[in-house]
Nanobody, 115 residues
Framework: QVQLVESGGGLVQPGGSLRLSCAASIRIFSRYVMGWYRQAPGKQRELVATITTGGSTNYVDSVKGRFTISRDNAKNTVYLQMNSLKPEDTAVYYC?????????WGQGTQVTVSS
């Protein structure tokens, strides 16, 4: 059974940093495109960042230069380093694994940016 487990969320002051992790129990993890999404209260879920099997990355404009997505295929884990956090980054962050018709989600981790 596939599981994605996020961790690393919490409360941080504006300008602070957090590192999210997503541990995946997936066979051939390296073949999945991994992504981070977020959903703020009253808003639709939005794509934050993706990383391909080859390591190419893509970011939503609002986080470019502040967030970095990375993956460790040996550990079946994807990370999201978040720096210079802003109140508008407050959301539940979800990990996603995608390959062909397969699409898996984690349960989410709350990130709150507030003074």
């Amino acid at each position: 059974q596939v599981q994605l487990v996020e961790s690393g969320g919490g409360l941080v002051q504006p300008g602070g940093s957090l590192r999210l992790s997503c541990a995946a129990s997936i066979r051939i993890f390296s073949r999945y495109v991994m992504g981070w999404y977020r959903q703020a209260p009253g808003k639709q879920r939005e794509l934050v960042a993706t990383i391909t099997t080859g390591g190419s990355t893509n970011y939503v404009d609002s986080v470019k230069g502040r967030f970095t997505i990375s993956r460790d295929n040996a550990k079946n884990t994807v990370y999201l380093q978040m720096n210079s956090l802003k109140p508008e980054d407050t959301a539940v962050y979800y990990c996603n694994a995608h390959m062909m018709v397969y699409d898996y989600w984690g349960q989410g981790t709350q990130v709150t940016v507030s003074s």
